[in-house]
């Protein structure tokens, strides 16, 4: 690979220093290629091709290795295994439909479609129930788009709502959340049981009262509900008990009956569309009567004679006002729409009538006889709560996320869509309702008028046994499964270990079931159904709901507007603002629909989160709350000192080394602009400069250098702190920066370190201070960036497109899959395409690995290409064989001559020349210092002519005195260094690592606007000669490439596939 006049001025060059010391040299050189020896033969299982990176394999996994273990993971814990028996079948994955759609559409659909939402038209009207039911879906609606957003930021193991709140909240919040979800639920299964006894005793068998006629007394009504809800509760609980297998499959049974109840009362609106002719009403006046048939519906019967004529003396609204029959299902075609349109709210005691007249709705007398009445004072505000827990349940998918094939997909999808479609169903009911049933029949909340019927089952096809039954048993299913799952979601929290108290209740019985929650849960429940009335438990248990649903918007928000780089949700359709009116719509609800409940629910949660608080919750899940405290003040800071942050709340806090010139002006400028995009505006960044020299002496420099260090970072919008350190020792001095810099939590984690371009000019003091830095940064586990050719990086106002490469051989915690995300959160490489390459090796399975890598990506929810690059070729070529022994050569010859600095720069740019010479790449680029040029030049060709005398010829008028100072310098001492024929084959191995990487890279990457790659860790061993290789090696790494970063992590995880 290289000409024969190039191997002669080589073979002259061995020559000259071949005199002095060779036998001595000889042997030191033979001993330490013996330890190599061994060291090659340990680490025989290293591929060829990647042998520059053998100390870091040695201690962080090859890609391959840690893709195929996050692609193969399971969100669920493994069960003890037999090894003898035989392997399980896979279990079912559920989809969108069946694991989401449908299970929440049957906990939307409730107690409260069937017997309370005429009720709600009729009192409310058709605009304001329209207004009503619109409030409350607009609530989940912007609470399903949070609730995406969260569960799609990672993968969401089994625990659903209650995981991704507290995971998101912190402990104090998510305990105190998860109790008020857990006695939402628990009080939602009260309220399905009192729903459930109300259809059988008011509308299926009134004769099992055991109180009496309870159309006349409403406290004999709840005095059975009280009675037989706890029946039906202790036997509802022995089914939770014995078989969680039955209350399973009894949910299809469920869901059945609610999707064929409500395609019942569709089908028979239409079918009633011109009235009911069966079904019919009678009126005194304007007021709405009870017990009454439809036979005797005459002023002249002896029944109302008797009723309203007691003792010869008449009532006086009965004498004033004729008794009429009216129609009680008139059908859309009828009109009553319009007189349906306007609300018709109520005081308690006040009659049923049309209109509002005071004559007719007062009960100016003694007696009602039977006449119907309110019940409650009703009021826009009131029935909102009564309504609300109707279009709750939207988390039942959330809640099976464990189940789900692809929860990222299934939960976003199935959840808005479910709400969509029940939206629907109850938007339309409004309107249905009002267009088709008379206003007295709406408002008779139990349907006395037409003798205790229910309303909604005298609409549907083909009788009312349909949606009596059906209602009924769907009841039943929604509240067997609050029993099943508020207990194991109590046991998730005890199991949290963030409540002590809930401590008994984390344990399960030999068959895995909480026993002991589901007995706590229980005796709440029976507290809720001794309240006795739906009308009560409705409010009440919508506070939680909407506490619960609150927190879910507030944790979004927070996510959001925290920016933290570990919120990378795949459900790209929210926004904080939504999030926010999401929140002040729950908080609003809550005290229109009842303060007292609202405080109660409020303190509940307040109390709970001061306990957790005041006994230490002693857990981190990398929540908003504790991305929060990193912007805080001293109290933040002192919690922060606790320990490291989460890796979902780790960011860069960065260290920008900026080096000073003779001028103490920034050497490099365009470093503060990259640390700019990095952070894009956010966080910590810290720049410091080291000044050599005593402080006493130039403390004055030190301050205008400070001044200076300021000016460039307001220039280049470095939102951040600065100073300068003067030290006796630059390396001295950074050391110190790297391990000093920083207050509590606020300390840096990443150091950016430009890389020292004329190392070889400058001999072993530049990369020594160099490689000392290297090594102090990974000996204080931080990471560190080395950006390569930093003068062609973009400015701050600029935008560039095309693609980020990333080269990735190790991994280092996942850094370099972070930095390219967090440079495209600024406006300058906004526009660019992520690439990741990376390098199989013999072994690995090429297809196997991109669809590993792949996966992994799609967990982090980072958009890429993905690349496997083959090198299969791993024979080493004479080429580098060669460069190797030049490289040694070299070294060998510095060594030798001992020369002082100003001699030793010549002597190394005349090698220097010798060694480029020798050489021939497809090299587009080689680094110089940048600084040698400072004017910059648009014309391509200048800026081509430019860049070789940056690298090749910035001595260029003085070579000939060079090589003449190189031939007099060597002719001074008497040297005889016999040069090996065969390079160490230590170093070989890693240049054909440089070199073969170089080749790919420079193919795959060369028009790439910023390739990224593993800076190889630095030689263990404290020697010139082994630093000058590694230099050497990072060169060749590089080599043709314009735009590099070198990226090395701390030793710990900064991105995470979980949410």
């Known amino acids: ?38 060291e090659e033969n340990q680490k025989s299982s290293i591929d060829p091709n990647l042998y520059l990176y053998d100390d870091d394999l040695e201690t962080r996994p090859h890609i391959s290795t840690f893709i195929s273990s996050i692609a193969n993971y399971e969100n669920t814990i493994p069960a003890a295994t037999d090894p003898d028996a035989k392997p399980p079948p896979p279990s079912a994955r559920m989809g969108t439909l069946i694991g989401v759609f449908l299970p929440c559409i049957q906990n939307i659909f409730g107690v409260i479609l069937f017997i309370r939402l005429t009720w709600v038209v009729g009192t409310a009207g058709a605009v304001c129930g329209f207004l009503i039911v619109l409030t409350c879906c607009c609530v989940t609606m912007l609470t399903a788009i949070s609730m995406s957003a969260i569960a799609t930021n990672g993968v969401v193991p089994a625990g659903g709502s209650y995981f991704m709140i507290s995971r998101s909240l912190g402990p104090e919040f998510g305990g105190a959340v998860g109790m008020l979800f857990y006695t939402g639920t628990t009080l939602a299964a009260a309220m399905y049981i009192v729903g459930a006894v109300e259809i059988v ?21 709840y005095n059975n509900f009280r009675v037989y809800g706890s029946l039906l509760l202790c036997f509802m609980g022995l089914i939770v008990f014995l078989g969680v297998k039955f209350v399973n499959k009894f949910a299809t049974v469920a869901l059945a009956c609610v999707i064929f109840s409500i395609i019942a009362v569709y089908i028979g609106i239409f079918d009633n569309i011109h009235g009911n002719e069966k079904l019919y009403l009678c009126v005194l006046g304007k007021r709405l009567l009870k017990d009454i048939p439809i036979e005797n519906c005459t002023k002249e019967d002896p029944i109302l004679v008797d009723m309203y004529c007691p003792d010869r003396k008449c009532d006086d609204y009965y004498l004033n ?14 009109g009553v729409f319009y007189d349906n349109i306007m609300p018709s709210f109520l005081e308690k005691g006040q009659f049923i009538s049309y209109g509002r007249n005071s004559v007719d709705i007062e009960n100016i007398g003694s007696q009602s006889y039977n006449q119907i009445m309110a019940d409650i004072t009703t009021s826009f505000t009131l029935l909102i709560g009564i309504f609300f827990p109707s279009v709750t349940g939207i988390m039942a998918g959330s809640n099976r996320s464990g189940d789900l094939a692809d ?23 409004v309107l249905f309702f009002a267009g088709t049933v008379d206003n007295l029949l709406l408002r008779d909340k139990y349907g006395q008028s037409i003798g205790g019927k229910l309303v909604v089952a005298n609409i549907a096809w083909p009788n009312q046994w349909v949606i009596l039954i059906g209602s009924f048993l769907s009841t039943l299913g929604a509240g067997l499964q609050s029993l099943t799952g508020a207990p194991r979601l109590l046991q998730a929290i005890a199991k949290d270990e963030i409540i002590p108290f809930l401590a008994p209740f984390a344990k399960s019985s030999n068959r895995g079931e909480p026993v002991r929650a589901l007995l706590l849960t229980i005796v709440i429940c029976q507290c809720g159904i001794l309240l006795g009335n739906v009308d009560l438990l409705a409010p009440l248990l919508s506070m939680f709901f909407l506490m619960c649903y609150g927190f879910v918007n507030l944790a979004c928000a927070v996510q959001t507007l925290l920016r933290t780089p570990n919120w990378r949700p795949r459900f790209k359709f929210y926004h904080w603002s939504l999030s926010l009116i999401g929140l002040t719509l729950c908080i609003s609800v809550m005290i229109m629909t009842s303060w007292y409940f609202a405080l109660i629910a409020m303190g509940m949660a307040i109390v709970i989160y001061k306990y957790i608080e005041y006994r230490g919750a002693e857990k981190e899940w990398g929540d908003g709350i504790r991305g929060m405290a990193l912007t805080a003040a001293r109290y933040s800071l002192q919690r922060l000192e606790e320990g490291p942050p989460h890796t979902k709340n780790w960011r860069p806090q960065i260290l920008v080394l900026s080096k000073l010139n003779e001028n103490l002006l920034p050497k490099y400028r365009k470093i503060f602009s990259f640390a700019t995009q990095l952070k894009a505006g956010k966080g910590l960044t810290i720049c410091v400069s080291v000044i050599k020299g005593d402080h006493t002496k130039i403390a004055n420099k030190a301050v205008d250098a400070k001044t200076t260090l300021r000016k460039y970072m307001t220039d280049e ?19 110190s920066v790297i391990q000093t810099i920083g207050l509590g939590g606020m300390k840096p984690n990443t150091v950016i370190i430009g890389w020292p371009y004329s190392w070889r000019q400058e001999g072993r003091y530049s990369w020594k201070t160099f490689i000392q830095t290297v090594r102090t ?25 095309g693609n980020i490469d990333i080269w990735w051989i190790v991994h280092d915690g996942g850094l370099l899959m972070l930095l390219p995300f967090l440079l495209k959160q600024h406006r300058t490489w906004r526009n660019c395409k992520l690439r990741i390459f990376t390098v199989a090796q013999i072994e690995d399975n090429s297809i196997q690995m991109k669809k590993d890598l792949k996966t992994f990506l799609y967990h982090l929810r980072i958009e890429a290409d993905v690349e496997v690059v083959e090198m299969n070729n791993s024979d080493i070529s004479a080429y580098t064989y060669e460069r190797t022994l030049m490289m040694e050569q070299r070294n060998q010859m510095l060594r030798a001559l001992g020369l002082n600095k100003k001699e030793n720069s010549k002597v190394v740019q005349t090698i220097v020349d010798h060694h480029y010479d020798a050489i021939k790449t497809a090299s587009r680029v080689r680094f110089a210092d940048p600084t040698i040029e400072e004017i910059q030049n648009n014309d391509t060709q200048n800026e081509e002519k430019r860049n070789s005398i940056q690298s090749d010829g910035a001595e260029s008028t003085e070579a000939s005195d060079l090589r003449t100072n190189k031939d007099e310098s060597t002719e001074k001492p008497d040297v005889n260094i016999k040069s090996s024929a065969k390079p160490d084959e230590f170093n070989v191995r890693r240049m054909h690592t440089a070199i073969k990487l170089n080749e790919v890279i420079i193919e795959k990457s060369q028009d790439a606007q910023l390739v990224i790659m593993n800076l190889p860790g630095p030689p263990r061993e ?38």
Not at 321 to 334: E, F, P
Not at 777 to 798: D, Q, R, T, W
Request: hydrophobic share 35%; charged share 25%; aromatic share 6%.
């Open 717 to 735: 919008k470095v939102k951040g702190f600065c100073d300068v350190l003067v030290a006796q020792e630059i390396g001295e001095g950074l050391s």
């Open 321 to 334: 006002n004729n008794v009429t029959k009216v129609k009680g299902i008139k059908g859309l075609a009828s």
């Open 1022 to 1059: 404290v020697r010139a000669e082994r630093e000058s290789n590694y230099m050497e090696f990072l060169e060749v790494l590089t080599e043709g490439l314009e735009k590099v970063l070198m990226v090395r992590g701390g030793g710990r995880e900064v991105i995470t596939i979980y949410s």
């Open 1 to 38: 690979m290289q000409c024969n006049s190039e191997k002669e001025d080589a073979d002259e060059m061995n020559s000259t220093l071949s005199d002095q010391n060779g036998t001595r040299l000889d042997r030191k050189h033979s001993d330490s290629r013996d330890v190599r020896n061994v």
């Open 201 to 221: 005793l008011t509308y299926m068998a009134p004769w099992a009262s055991i109180f009496g006629d309870f159309t006349k007394d409403a406290e004999a009504m």
């Open 407 to 429: 929860a990222q997909k299934s939960i976003p999808i199935g959840t808005i869509c479910a709400i969509l479609t029940t939206s629907t169903v109850y938007l339309t009911s």
């Open 777 to 801: 940064v990974a000996a204080c586990h931080m990471a560190l960036i080395v950006p390569k050719g930093i003068n062609f990086y973009p400015e701050s106002n600029h935008k560039i497109g």
